[in-house]
């Protein structure tokens, strides 16, 4: 509704015209210019001064004053003209600016094929990243839906060293661990299609639902489908957000696997990718029917505990290696929960009824 309210009070701004600086000229402002006009004139006769004065004064203050006010109603006839100019030109460039607003809001608002498109590539030719992609996008303004194909780096680019500060040595540079990597990568990949989705819905009003399809190069195999819905999105704090936890409040297709502590992403054959996909949507999970997220696509193989969570668990369980590995790595990216494989959720439950 925040758009259809600025196409309500959209209003079109009228020039604002200027005054004439210069009041009409008085009889008796007139006079006292010829007074001092005649002062000067008869300065060195002392006598009958006054007199001569003041017929100075009758003798020429009609004709003065006429002067003055034919002198004064030109300038103004010419001022108004000059504003008439003004007026007519200003309010021109504002109707055109009006319109061009209005046909931007009811555009947005609207979703028509080709402005969504054209906002589309608006992006994708102003898009920074640390890496190249190939992008692919579908929509229509039936659908209300803007699928996009990704085709990732070989190289997510994520970095193998980090910075490390002790007391003694100051900031040091050390290779990071492979689950570091491995977990890095995987936010890499998340993190990117909540960035492409939030993007998408910044094009128009009519885009209710984003989908972002990620492949590996050549498109052999694929990463991860999820779709996004709008009135959700809207309500996330992206700033706050954990994506491999927030991935599962989406309808999503992708093989998650933890590996010593990390969140990977294992790669999905073409044909069971596009077949999974299918098949959410032949299930009404999707858009297509305009149902909300109700499921995924399977059954999870991982839980997303608070940290706190993880710790009892860890301290409570004799063989906690792998939920050790985990809460370091989460500690260490400064994450507030733990990503750990499913079992943990049971272990959870019942630690938490005989305590």
């Given at each position: 509704?925040?758009?259809?309210?600025?196409?309500?009070?959209?209003?079109?701004?009228?020039?604002?015209?200027?005054?004439?600086?210069?009041?009409?000229?008085?009889?008796?402002?007139?006079?006292?210019?010829?007074?001092?006009?005649?002062?000067?004139?008869?300065?060195?006769?002392?006598?009958?001064?006054?007199?001569?004065?003041?017929?100075?004064?009758?003798?020429?203050?009609?004709?003065?004053?006429?002067?003055?006010?034919?002198?004064?109603?030109?300038?103004?006839?010419?001022?108004?003209?000059?504003?008439?100019?003004?007026?007519?030109?200003?309010?021109?460039?504002?109707?055109?600016?009006?319109?061009?607003?209005?046909?931007?809001?009811?555009?947005?608002?609207?979703?028509?094929?080709?402005?969504?498109?054209?906002?589309?590539?608006?992006?994708?030719?102003?898009?920074?990243?640390?890496?190249?992609?190939?992008?692919?996008?579908?929509?229509?303004?039936?659908?209300?839906?803007?699928?996009?194909?990704?085709?990732?780096?070989?190289d997510m680019g994520v970095p193998a060293i980090k910075?490390?500060?002790?007391?003694?040595?100051?900031?040091?540079?050390?290779?990071?661990?492979?689950?570091?990597?491995?977990?890095?990568?995987?936010?890499?990949?998340?993190?990117?299609?909540?960035?492409?989705?939030?993007?998408?819905?910044?094009?128009?009003?009519?885009?209710?639902?984003?989908?972002?399809?990620?492949?590996?190069?050549?498109?052999?195999?694929?990463?991860?489908?999820?779709?996004?819905?709008?009135?959700?999105f809207a309500a996330l704090n992206i700033k706050r957000?954990?994506?491999?936890?927030?991935?599962?409040?989406w309808t999503h297709v992708m093989n998650e696997k933890?590996?010593?502590?990390?969140?990977?992403?294992?790669?999905?054959?073409?044909?069971?990718?596009?077949?999974?996909?299918?098949?959410?949507?032949?299930?009404?999970?999707?858009?297509?029917?305009?149902?909300?997220?109700?499921?995924?696509?399977?059954?999870?193989?991982?839980?997303?505990?608070?940290?706190?969570?993880?710790?009892?668990?860890?301290?409570?369980?004799?063989?906690?290696?792998?939920?050790?590995?985990?809460?370091?790595?989460?500690?260490?990216?400064?994450?507030?929960?733990?990503?750990?494989?499913?079992?943990?959720?049971?272990?959870?439950?019942?630690?938490?009824?005989?305590?």
């Amino acid at each position: 509704m925040y758009f259809e309210n600025l196409l309500t009070q959209l209003g079109q701004k009228k020039y604002s015209r200027k005054r004439f600086g210069f009041a009409k000229p008085q009889k008796k402002e007139v006079k006292a210019l010829l007074e001092e006009e005649a002062k000067f004139l008869f300065e060195s006769e002392a006598n009958e001064r006054d007199k001569k004065v003041a017929d100075y004064v009758s003798t020429h203050l009609d004709k003065a004053f006429n002067d003055r006010q034919k002198q004064w109603l030109r300038l103004a006839d010419f001022f108004e003209k000059l504003e008439d100019y003004n007026e007519a030109k200003q309010n021109h460039t504002y109707l055109e600016a009006f319109l061009e607003e209005k046909s931007k809001l009811e555009k947005h608002i609207s979703g028509e094929d080709d402005y969504v498109m054209a906002g589309v590539s608006a992006i994708f030719s102003n898009l920074r990243l640390p890496y190249d992609l190939k992008l692919n996008v579908e929509y229509t303004k039936r659908n209300r839906c803007v699928a996009l194909d990704v085709e990732l780096p070989f190289d997510m680019g994520v970095p193998a060293i980090k910075e490390v500060y002790t007391a003694r040595l100051g900031s040091t540079y050390k290779d990071k661990l492979q689950r570091e990597i491995t977990q890095e990568t995987t936010d890499s990949i998340l993190s990117l299609a909540y960035y492409l989705a939030g993007l998408m819905f910044t094009v128009s009003v009519n885009v209710c639902y984003v989908q972002v399809a990620m492949w590996k190069t050549g498109h052999t195999e694929g990463q991860l489908w999820v779709e996004f819905e709008r009135d959700r999105f809207a309500a996330l704090n992206i700033k706050r957000i954990a994506p491999d936890a927030d991935i599962y409040n989406w309808t999503h297709v992708m093989n998650e696997k933890m590996v010593r502590g990390a969140m990977r992403l294992e790669s999905i054959r073409s044909t069971t990718f596009t077949t999974s996909i299918k098949n959410l949507e032949d299930g009404g999970v999707t858009h297509s029917n305009f149902i909300r997220p109700t499921k995924p696509m399977q059954k999870p193989t991982t839980c997303v505990l608070t940290m706190d969570d993880a710790i009892m668990i860890r301290d409570n369980i004799a063989d906690n290696q792998e939920i050790t590995e985990a809460i370091e790595l989460a500690d260490s990216q400064s994450k507030q929960s733990v990503v750990l494989p499913i079992k943990y959720e049971k272990i959870l439950s019942e630690l938490k009824k005989t305590n």
